[in-house]
């Protein structure tokens, strides 16, 4: 089975709005939203994994971020090892590179948003973070 490695960021704004994108339609788990980010290649740091992630999807760079947590998850088809990190400040404007849809949400509000299974302990940790 395939085995990913991937580095996420929950992207805040000053008002601890968090950035969501949406997953294009074709793709695994496509159509739902998801926080910014993508595989870990061979060599790579998750720092320097999720900074490249960043600027490739949305053209700004992450400047202060922490570790959340790491979730294991099997779909099946393949399974996810998603190493979440909070960007608590970046530089640049974020713009959907790839075409993706992106949306600022307030923490009350992620509960509303459809995301991947794996996702599922991230809310939780959010909530618990910033209170
Ligand atoms: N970025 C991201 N990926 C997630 C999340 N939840 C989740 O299960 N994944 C899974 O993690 C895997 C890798 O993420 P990705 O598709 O963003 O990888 P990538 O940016 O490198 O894209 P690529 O397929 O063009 O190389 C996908 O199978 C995706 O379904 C999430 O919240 N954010
Ligand atoms: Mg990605």
């Known amino acids: 089975m395939q085995r990913v490695h991937v ?8 008002q601890q709005n968090i950035l969501l994108t949406r997953r294009h339609g074709h793709v695994h788990q496509g ?11 061979p060599g790579e740091s998750l720092a320097t994994a999720l900074a490249r992630e960043l600027r490739e ?3 700004i760079a992450p400047e202060r971020s922490s570790p959340l947590l790491a979730i294991h998850h099997d779909y099946g088809d393949k399974s996810v090892l998603l190493d979440v990190h909070v960007v608590w ?15 600022w949400v307030p923490v ?3 509960q509303d948003y459809a995301f991947p299974a794996a996702n599922e302990p991230i809310i ?8």
């Open 7 to 14: 580095a996420v960021g929950v992207i805040l704004d000053p």
């Open 31 to 41: 159509g739902l939203w998801e926080f910014p980010g993508g595989k870990v290649e």
């Open 57 to 59: 999807e949305l053209d």
């Open 89 to 103: 400040q970046f530089s640049g404007e974020p713009r959907g590179l790839e075409g993706q849809p992106l949306a």
């Open 108 to 110: 009350a509000e992620l």
């Open 124 to 131: 939780p940790a959010i909530r618990e973070l910033l209170g």
